[in-house]
């Protein structure tokens, strides 16, 4: 802003500052060329590392209308799968793995657990089990177990966090060479169980991590099975998780003779000091999905679900106090943001951002635009005959969009909601206040005034 117009602003209260800040868009939607199916449902979410207790339980519902393609999910040592060697006690994981189902998502299973009869000393630096062929078989009996259930699980994910220890909530410390070995052991059992099971990871907390290009090496010198890669980020900038995948793509290729799929399976805003705008969460996951699905990723899980207290004495018998310490300072005692619902199961305002990308459905129609913080997503839907148009502002500043759809028939009208997260309840009917409709015509722009982090949702009836 130049020296006349920041005078201006002071001399007329702000009014003339928001016009000269607002900036202006092009945002193009060609409906008549539908492409491959969006499969906005990649974009998919996690729960876990809390507890055996079922978390969000009274919640499916809810996640059933988000019609995720996979839930991570923790097995942790809470589940006490092996209380005694050779005895196999699935009661209290069936539950979560049960709930996933229920959703129509499959779910994307974690081995994150040390066995007191495999590993009766804490600590977290001590990796192997003082009997592979004992660990080996417990891996298989319940990779067996859940595919005799019918549970349709397809991925098995070897580790979580195993760069940091405890302080990711899990309670081992890998070298690079300690995970390999495991890691060969661990998919040993579980394609012995399931020859058709997806195996990865290792679910890093620091992308860079030398564990990862150490599997990749181990993986293509050894023909280790290695269906996919994965990775954690915890960053309020879009583009800093993008670059994340954008690397792992580069690292991918040094190794041809893998054809591994790509995982960024926890993600959120930087947690410890998260941007205090209430808007600002519903527009970071529309972008950082803009950003994931632009890169080419094949899926993510948000972190997560709902927020959940954990208890000491659980985490005790299996973490040293330092780590339970944390656990239990970061869980109990730390504002947290990462739940679509809260402590309380109070739906948040990310909820909604899911809830709007997943009427995404259908065909993926292309969207352009003329701006690095002004992105959309559009889709035609053959089953509900309509097209279905997500697009946002992810700036702190406001921004004119010039919406011009080109291919439209004559006579259609589009129906508006704008997410609004700053509503005084968090009814669905308020947080996604409807607008009066509105007639849209084939290339002729629409102006639409989106506040800064401002999110809007159009659907446009064919019938």
Same mark, same amino acid.
């Given at each position: 802003?130049? @020296? ?9 209260? +702000? ?6 800040? &607002? ?13 491959? /199916? ?5 974009? @998919? ?28 999910? #923790? ?9 005694? =060697? +050779? ?7 069936? /539950?979560? !793995? ?30 192997? /089990?003082?009997? %592979? ?37 899990? *309670? %081992? ?12 052991? =661990? ?7 399931? *020859? ?46 993008? @670059? ?17 799929? =790509? ?16 808007? #600002? ?10 950003? $994931?699905?632009?890169? +080419?990723?094949? %899926?993510?899980?948000? %972190? ?9 004495? !659980?985490?005790?018998?299996? $973490? ?6 944390? $656990? ?7 504002? &947290? ?14 909820? #909604? ?8 459905? +259908?065909?993926?129609?292309? !969207? ?16 509900? &005959? ?12 406001? @921004? ?39 007639? !849209? ?9 989106? /506040?800064?982090?401002?999110? $809007? ?7």
């Amino acid at each position: 802003m130049d @020296a006349r117009s920041r005078l201006l602003c002071i001399l007329f209260a +702000g009014a003339f500052c928001a016009a000269a800040q &607002q900036s202006s868009v092009e945002l193009n939607i060609d409906v008549s060329k539908p492409g491959e /199916p969006l499969e906005i449902d990649r974009i @998919a979410l996690g729960q876990g590392g809390l507890s055996a207790d079922p978390i969000w339980a009274d919640r499916m519902p809810e996640i059933r209308i988000l019609h995720p393609r996979v839930i991570r999910l #923790f097995v942790q040592d809470y589940f006490d799968v092996l209380p005694e =060697t +050779g005895q196999y006690d699935w009661r209290k994981l069936d /539950p979560a !793995v049960d709930l996933i189902r229920q959703t129509g998502a499959t779910p994307l299973m974690t081995i994150a657990f040390k066995p007191k009869p495999l590993f009766p000393k804490i600590d977290e630096a001590i990796t192997d /089990p003082t009997d %592979y062929r004992a660990w080996e078989d417990l891996i298989s009996a319940m990779v067996r177990h859940y595919k005799e259930r019918g549970s349709d699980i397809v991925y098995w994910e070897v580790a979580n966090e195993p760069d940091i220890g405890e302080h990711g909530g899990c *309670p %081992y410390l890998f070298a690079p060479e300690g995970y390999v070995r495991y890691y060969r052991h =661990t998919v040993a059992a579980i394609r012995r169980a399931d *020859p058709d099971a997806k195996v990865g990871g290792p679910a890093l907390a620091n992308p860079e991590s030398a564990i990862l290009p150490a599997l990749l090496a181990a993986a293509q010198r050894g023909h280790l099975p290695l269906d996919f890669i994965s990775w954690h980020i915890y960053n309020s900038d879009p583009l800093k998780i993008r @670059a994340t995948i954008d690397r792992k793509r580069e690292l991918l290729k040094q190794f041809p003779a893998l054809h591994s799929e =790509t995982f960024l399976d926890e993600w959120n805003m930087a947690l410890r000091y998260p941007p205090s705008d209430p808007q #600002f969460q519903p527009a970071f996951i529309a972008e950082t999905a803009w950003q $994931m699905k632009d890169a +080419g990723l094949d %899926y993510s899980c948000y %972190y997560h679900i709902r927020d959940y207290h954990v208890r000491p004495e !659980v985490f005790a018998k299996f $973490m040293s106090p330092h780590g339970n310490a944390a $656990m239990t300072k970061w869980w109990n005692r730390m504002p &947290q943001y990462d739940g679509l619902f809260d402590f309380q199961n109070q739906v948040r305002p990310s909820y #909604f951002a899911f809830l709007l990308l997943a009427r995404l459905t +259908g065909q993926r129609l292309p !969207v352009t635009s003329s701006s690095n913080t002004v992105h959309g997503f559009a889709s035609y839907d053959e089953f509900l &005959q309509n097209y279905n148009i997500l697009f946002w502002n992810f700036s702190d500043r406001p @921004a004119r969009v010039n919406l011009v759809m080109n291919g439209l028939r004559p006579g259609l009208k589009a129906e508006r909601l704008v997410l609004d997260a700053t509503a005084p309840s968090s009814d669905e009917n308020i947080r996604l206040r409807l607008l009066p409709e509105l007639p !849209v015509e084939a290339g002729e722009p629409v102006p639409v005034d989106l /506040p800064p982090y401002g999110v $809007m949702f159009w659907s446009i009836d064919l019938r």
